[in-house]
């Protein structure tokens, strides 16, 4: 029997999780009118995080800004809450030494090799999800230096939708699955999520990011990433910078279109993954510049009128250039991707002497959040234990036990100073971390500055820097996600979004969804950036594309072999397509056969050839040919191989077909030449679409 209650003992009075009398329906609904904290206390403000002035960083005794992102960081176990799916591999990075004379941080000295382990990732998806989903894609470097780990944790994308950590919980549940279906997963074509982003409109710019064809990027190797914040850079006289990092593709910025985005998530839905892990496994690696915007550090922190503290702003690149100062080639895959891409840890926090923070406060926010999330993700506060986090310098900490403490300490005082131990570890004297003394004042607010008011002109700004074909495709996806939201209301706000941004815009989107067009007030003057295109006339490297030649009984084998020398002296590879697989001959020549028209999609190739001697026709050739063809991918044959591509309905005169009478190098030149452009756009143009 239980023992009984004395009277000095009392139990918690009845009450339910919300503070609603049990009486009162159902216990476990929301209760009071009023939004709160856990404890019940009621809110003014969800939307600021407490700053010493609207510029001055973030206070730790924000007690609502911990709660709420500490209970965001915790919401999965053990999955991530955010960028849960990703595929990472490991590599160097080489400086090129021009970086001297703004920072003092030793990986980017000259010649100085630092190891590297880069996650890339989507945002709103499981880690059961499909890689080319329309998302934000992280791009996440950990350069394991002498000085330390340094993370560089950032985005395929310049700018985030909101502009302080605090609004980070509200932003992401806004974009995850609706809570009562559980649906659509990894995608933001659903209500909650252009609710949100219409009420606040500060995502305005970000959106429009997504919308185009950067929210469905080609591969790995063809995405752009950037630091998304200003960060200070500190050189050896202590003098200081504003910086933006960027990682420019040496293969270039390419994305799918959206066609073959859904194809790829139900044929493959590993589809980047599997690029970027063949790629390296054929000789290919990935490869990106690392390019610093440096801007002066000025006491407003601004730079031609643009706040350098507000992340949902970028500086063009007309205005101030990225310089490239080092090199990162990712050349080896994971051996086992749970003990290394899903145990990665990254951190904002992670730096080195010569790059600080600012007051940007998204940032500031981040720097809790991604130490706290670890702790449960990891399973406690020793995860940079685990091998894929062990810096690659010397570790002498304070810090103790905790779950999964793998290291032996010796000695008797993790305090400082100490006597009983000789007062060891010493504290360093130089080549310490330091920060550089900056005046800290302000009335304790919830508020931003007044500069982070302008929601629309960088939209602007980015919409008018488009291509025709580009600016269609974003007009289609926003067309297709808003036709997916339930609610008028919504779509109607959106509309009313997109009228501040660009008339032309918000018109041809109102038409696709039949809804009147409404009033707006974009900015004027705008100076469309060149830079922001992805559209390029000029062929670059095909280093891991693949290209599709299509064999069978009687096809020139031997033209097959030279065209696959010439793909592999370009670092590409060769696929040999047929109607069955094994092997095709003739005379001496013979060919492996790597796919069958059963097993294989056009999102496979950057490329398709029909080879000589092909003859006979197949309802799957015949769609993957149009599928190529409608993608604006070029397309070729040699000899009697260009009456494959008739009789499949291609138009052998369109740009980007390539034909030749023989398998020739002048031929091979002249179609990989093609492949390097990537897309054939002006097969897209004059319709609009792709």
Same mark, same amino acid.
């Given at each position: 029997?239980?023992?009984?209650?004395?009277?000095?003992?009392?139990?918690?009075?009845?009450?339910?999780?919300?503070?609603?009398?049990?009486?009162?329906?159902?216990?476990?609904?929301?209760?009071?009118?009023?939004?709160t904290t856990?404890?019940?206390?009621r809110?003014?403000?969800?939307?600021?995080?407490?700053?010493?002035?609207?510029?001055?960083?973030?206070?730790?005794?924000?007690?609502?800004?911990?709660?709420?992102?500490?209970?965001?960081?915790?919401?999965?176990?053990?999955?991530?809450?955010?960028?849960?799916?990703?595929?990472?591999?490991?590599?160097? @990075?080489?400086?090129?030494?021009?970086?001297?004379?703004?920072?003092?941080?030793?990986?980017?000295?000259?010649?100085?090799?630092?190891?590297?382990?880069?996650?890339?990732?989507?945002v709103?998806?499981?880690?059961?999800?499909?890689?080319?989903?329309?998302?934000?894609?992280?791009?996440?470097?950990?350069?394991?230096?002498?000085?330390?780990n340094?993370?560089?944790?950032g985005?395929?994308?310049?700018? @985030?939708?909101?502009?302080?950590?605090?609004?980070?919980?509200?932003?992401?549940?806004?974009?995850?699955?609706?809570?009562?279906?559980?649906?659509?997963?990894?995608?933001?074509?659903?209500?909650?999520?252009?609710?949100?982003?219409?009420?606040?409109?500060?995502?305005?710019?970000?959106?429009?990011?997504?919308?185009?064809?950067?929210?469905?990027?080609?591969?790995?190797?063809?995405?752009?990433?950037?630091?998304?914040?200003?960060?200070?850079?500190v050189?050896?006289?202590?003098?200081?910078?504003?910086?933006?990092?960027?990682?420019?593709?040496?293969?270039?910025?390419?994305?799918?279109?959206?066609?073959?985005?859904?194809?790829?998530?139900?044929?493959?839905?590993?589809?980047?993954?599997?690029?970027?892990?063949?790629?390296?496994?054929?000789?290919?690696?990935?490869?990106?510049?690392?390019?610093?915007?440096?801007?002066?550090?000025?006491?407003?922190?601004?730079?031609?009128?643009?706040?350098?503290?507000?992340?949902?702003?970028?500086?063009?690149?007309?205005?101030?250039?990225?310089?490239?100062?080092?090199?990162?080639?990712?050349?080896?895959?994971?051996?086992?991707?749970?003990?290394?891409?899903?145990?990665?840890?990254?951190h904002?926090?992670?730096?080195?002497?010569?790059?600080?923070?600012?007051?940007?406060?998204?940032?500031?926010?981040?720097?809790?959040?991604?130490?706290?999330?670890?702790?449960?993700?990891?399973?406690?506060?020793?995860?940079?234990?685990?091998?894929?986090?062990?810096?690659?310098?010397?570790?002498?900490?304070?810090?103790?036990?905790?779950?999964h403490?793998?290291?032996?300490?010796?000695?008797?005082?993790?305090?400082?100073?100490?006597?009983?131990?000789?007062?060891?570890?010493?504290?360093?004297?130089?080549?310490?971390?330091?920060?550089?003394?900056?005046?800290?004042?302000?009335?304790?607010?919830?508020?931003?500055?007044?500069?982070?008011?302008?929601?629309?002109?960088?939209?602007?700004?980015?919409?008018?820097?488009?291509?025709?074909?580009e600016?269609?495709?974003?007009?289609?996806?926003?067309?297709?996600?808003?036709?997916?939201?339930?609610?008028?209301?919504?779509?109607?706000?959106?509309?009313?979004?997109?009228?501040?941004?660009?008339?032309?815009?918000?018109?041809?989107?109102?038409a696709?969804?039949?809804?009147?067009?409404?009033?707006?007030?974009?900015?004027?003057?705008?100076?469309?950036?060149?830079?922001?295109?992805?559209?390029?006339?000029?062929?670059?490297?095909?280093?891991?594309?693949?290209?599709?030649?299509?064999?069978?009984?009687?096809?020139?084998?031997?033209?097959i072999?030279?065209?696959?020398?010439?793909?592999?002296?370009?670092?590409?590879?060769?696929?040999?397509?047929?109607?069955?697989?094994?092997?095709?001959?003739?005379?001496?020549?013979?060919?492996?056969?790597?796919?069958?028209?059963?097993?294989?999609?056009?999102?496979?190739?950057?490329?398709?050839?029909?080879?000589?001697?092909?003859?006979?026709?197949?309802?799957r050739?015949?769609?993957?040919?149009?599928?190529?063809?409608?993608?604006?991918?070029?397309?070729?044959?040699?000899g009697?191989?260009?009456?494959?591509?008739?009789?499949?309905?291609?138009?052998?005169?369109?740009?980007?077909?390539?034909?030749?009478?023989?398998?020739?190098?002048?031929? @091979?030149?002249?179609?990989?030449?093609?492949?390097?452009?990537?897309?054939?756009?002006?097969?897209?143009?004059?319709?609009?679409?792709?």
């Amino acid at each position: 029997m239980p023992p009984k209650r004395q009277r000095d003992q009392a139990a918690p009075k009845p009450t339910t999780p919300t503070g609603k009398p049990e009486a009162a329906g159902d216990p476990r609904a929301r209760s009071g009118r009023y939004l709160t904290t856990s404890q019940g206390v009621r809110l003014s403000d969800t939307d600021h995080s407490l700053k010493a002035g609207p510029r001055g960083p973030t206070l730790l005794e924000d007690f609502h800004l911990r709660e709420k992102i500490t209970h965001f960081d915790h919401e999965r176990i053990p999955e991530r809450v955010v960028h849960a799916r990703g595929a990472a591999a490991h590599g160097t @990075f080489r400086a090129y030494g021009n970086a001297e004379s703004v920072t003092k941080a030793g990986f980017l000295a000259k010649g100085r090799e630092t190891p590297v382990f880069t996650r890339f990732s989507t945002v709103l998806g499981s880690r059961g999800s499909a890689d080319t989903v329309r998302d934000v894609r992280g791009f996440a470097v950990k350069f394991y230096t002498e000085e330390g780990n340094f993370d560089l944790v950032g985005n395929n994308m310049p700018v @985030f939708f909101i502009q302080d950590g605090i609004k980070f919980p509200d932003v992401i549940h806004a974009g995850k699955p609706q809570p009562d279906r559980e649906i659509p997963q990894a995608q933001s074509a659903h209500d909650t999520f252009w609710d949100f982003v219409s009420l606040h409109t500060e995502a305005t710019h970000h959106v429009i990011w997504a919308m185009s064809d950067r929210g469905i990027p080609r591969s790995y190797r063809t995405m752009e990433g950037f630091g998304v914040h200003t960060f200070r850079l500190v050189n050896a006289a202590g003098e200081t910078s504003l910086v933006k990092f960027h990682w420019k593709p040496v293969a270039g910025v390419h994305s799918l279109v959206w066609e073959e985005a859904q194809i790829a998530a139900g044929a493959d839905p590993d589809f980047h993954r599997r690029d970027m892990a063949d790629g390296i496994e054929a000789g290919a690696p990935l490869e990106f510049e690392l390019g610093l915007q440096v801007l002066p550090d000025s006491e407003d922190e601004t730079f031609e009128g643009i706040d350098l503290l507000d992340p949902t702003k970028l500086v063009p690149e007309e205005l101030a250039e990225v310089v490239l100062v080092g090199k990162l080639t990712l050349d080896r895959n994971p051996t086992n991707y749970f003990a290394e891409t899903e145990q990665v840890a990254f951190h904002t926090g992670h730096l080195v002497p010569g790059i600080e923070i600012t007051n940007d406060p998204l940032m500031q926010a981040r720097m809790f959040s991604y130490l706290d999330t670890q702790l449960t993700r990891l399973g406690g506060p020793n995860f940079a234990q685990l091998p894929i986090n062990c810096p690659h310098a010397a570790v002498n900490d304070n810090l103790r036990d905790g779950m999964h403490q793998t290291a032996i300490h010796q000695g008797t005082a993790a305090y400082k100073p100490n006597s009983v131990d000789g007062d060891q570890p010493e504290i360093a004297t130089e080549g310490a971390y330091v920060h550089v003394p900056r005046e800290v004042s302000g009335p304790k607010v919830r508020a931003n500055p007044v500069s982070f008011d302008d929601h629309y002109s960088q939209a602007t700004l980015f919409w008018r820097s488009m291509s025709q074909v580009e600016q269609a495709h974003i007009v289609e996806a926003y067309t297709f996600e808003l036709s997916k939201v339930y609610e008028k209301p919504i779509r109607e706000r959106v509309l009313g979004v997109l009228a501040n941004v660009d008339a032309e815009l918000c018109a041809r989107v109102a038409a696709g969804l039949g809804l009147p067009v409404p009033d707006g007030d974009p900015a004027r003057g705008v100076v469309p950036s060149p830079a922001l295109s992805q559209v390029s006339t000029e062929s670059g490297p095909i280093a891991g594309r693949v290209v599709g030649v299509v064999a069978g009984p009687g096809a020139d084998v031997a033209g097959i072999g030279k065209l696959r020398k010439a793909v592999e002296a370009r670092g590409a590879v060769l696929h040999v397509i047929a109607q069955i697989g094994g092997e095709v001959a003739k005379g001496r020549a013979k060919e492996v056969v790597e796919r069958t028209f059963l097993a294989t999609r056009s999102i496979e190739y950057d490329a398709v050839v029909v080879a000589a001697g092909v003859t006979g026709s197949d309802p799957r050739l015949t769609v993957l040919l149009q599928e190529v063809f409608r993608h604006c991918k070029v397309l070729g044959a040699w000899g009697d191989g260009a009456a494959v591509l008739e009789a499949a309905g291609i138009d052998t005169g369109a740009p980007g077909v390539v034909l030749g009478d023989t398998a020739v190098k002048p031929y @091979f030149t002249e179609l990989l030449t093609a492949v390097g452009k990537h897309r054939v756009w002006d097969r897209a143009v004059p319709a609009g679409i792709a």
